[in-house]
């Protein structure tokens, strides 16, 4: 290796080092340490493949990950709409050492590779989905760790909604965190909006954005508590706070409607 390609390599090694480490010292904030999250979306054609998927993190991949210590798990499909055939799966990470090196190790799990094998070695000609996209994201500070829902404990039906609200710029996005961490989660779990999860992306698609799961009972149960918070005098005086506006600070929110599969730990 040339000097060139020696100081080009070393350069690089030391900024993704000097990344990890800014995110491992921010994610372990106070008192307690801020969760990585990672979100996938794996989309599928209509035939073998979801069912192999679910065969395959039900009776491979979950297990495996258990025995690292990694969960709880979340694994979901659409509740209707045309992104269907597919599945979202959220894993949360203690730290990004823990998220870099989960890949490695299921490749030295046999148990996994064994009971795997169906999927994993799929051909080309067969293969186990279309595409899959991932998303990295560090919890906010208000909510430093997922929440198992009280319907999941109880086994209760429950319907999840997956929410994204971009925004114009990063300034804007941190803005948004702000109001969070400072007041806004508190005004959801008073009003029955119950999270499971919030994160800001760091690495994924639709940037600068953050991320978050509720759920609820049913539709009805949504409706009612949606409602709840619009109407709040708390949220009513933030939402209308110079700079706090979403005209300010949100310029897009997407939303998704998702249910549990049964292998789901959330």
Known sequence: ??????????????????????????????????????????????????????????QAAMPAMQRMGIGPIGVFSPAGGPDNPAAYVLVPFKSLAEFASVGERLQQDPEYQKLGDDYINTPATDPPYVRYESSLLLALTGMPRLAVPAQTADNRSR??????????????????????????L???????????????????????NLTYLLVFDDLAHHGQCW??????????????????????????????????????QL
């Not at 340490?33 to 065969?55: D, H, I, N, S, V």
């Not at 997956?162 to 400072?182: C, D, G, I, Q, W």
């Open 227 to 264: 409602e709840k918070f619009r109407n709040d005098p708390e949220w009513e005086k933030m939402s209308a706070t110079p700079g706090y506006s979403n005209a300010e600070i949100v310029s897009n929110i997407h939303s998704l409607f998702l249910k549990p599969m049964g292998c789901s």
């Open 186 to 208: 508190d005004i959801f779990r008073r009003t029955g909006l119950a999270p499971v999860f919030f994160g800001e992306t760091l690495i994924g698609p639709q940037q600068p």
């Open 159 to 184: 319907l999840f909604e997956l929410r994204t609200y971009e925004s114009h710029s990063r300034k804007a996005l941190k803005t948004k965190v702000k109001m969070f961490n400072e007041g806004e």
């Open 1 to 58: 290796m040339n000097r060139r390609s020696f100081l080009k390599s070393s350069a690089t090694a030391l900024t993704v080092t000097g990344l990890a480490t800014g995110l491992t010292g921010a994610a372990a904030e106070g008192a307690t340490a801020r969760e990585f999250y990672e979100l996938r979306r794996y989309q599928f054609r209509f035939g073998p493949m979801a069912k192999r998927f679910e065969q395959y993190i039900t």
